[in-house]
């Protein structure tokens, strides 16, 4: 089972921005699909936004035009480029690989997370 760590997360203000970073320890074969998810405190996990196998993405109504999902198969790399950052973003950032969508119990493959916290 390929093994995933999340990193780039951090403090940032509101506004600003951030990019979010998943490697696996083996190569990400392009059929291969990948989630981002988050926790906040006292909170579910929700899922943020995914890329599937052949490209396709889809994401979180609440960050929609402000999150981008890609991936570099070359680097086994999964980004989540996140801008205009709101105090409501703040949470433990996961990434998943194996799954469906945004469906956080279809994911067998999980990373151990980074917390992003944005203050206002």
């Known amino acids: 089972q390929v093994q995933l760590a999340e990193s780039g997360g951090g403090s940032v203000q509101s506004g600003g921005s951030l990019r979010l970073s998943c490697a696996a320890s083996?190569?990400?074969?392009?059929?291969?699909?990948l989630g981002w998810f988050r926790q906040a405190p006292g909170e579910g996990r929700e899922g943020v936004a995914y890329?599937?196998?052949?490209?396709?993405?889809k994401y979180a109504d609440s960050v929609k035009g402000r999150f981008t999902i890609s991936r570099d198969l070359a680097k086994a790399t999964v980004y989540l480029q996140m801008d205009n950052l709101k105090s409501e973003d703040s949470a433990m950032y996961y990434c998943?690989?194996?799954?469906?969508?945004?469906?956080?119990?279809?994911?067998?493959?999980w990373g151990q997370g980074t917390q992003v916290t944005v203050s206002s």
């Open positions: 998943a690989a194996d799954g469906v969508g945004l469906l956080k119990q279809s994911y067998r493959n």
């Open positions: 083996a190569r990400l074969p392009g059929s291969r699909c």
């Open positions: 890329i599937s196998g052949p490209g396709e993405t």
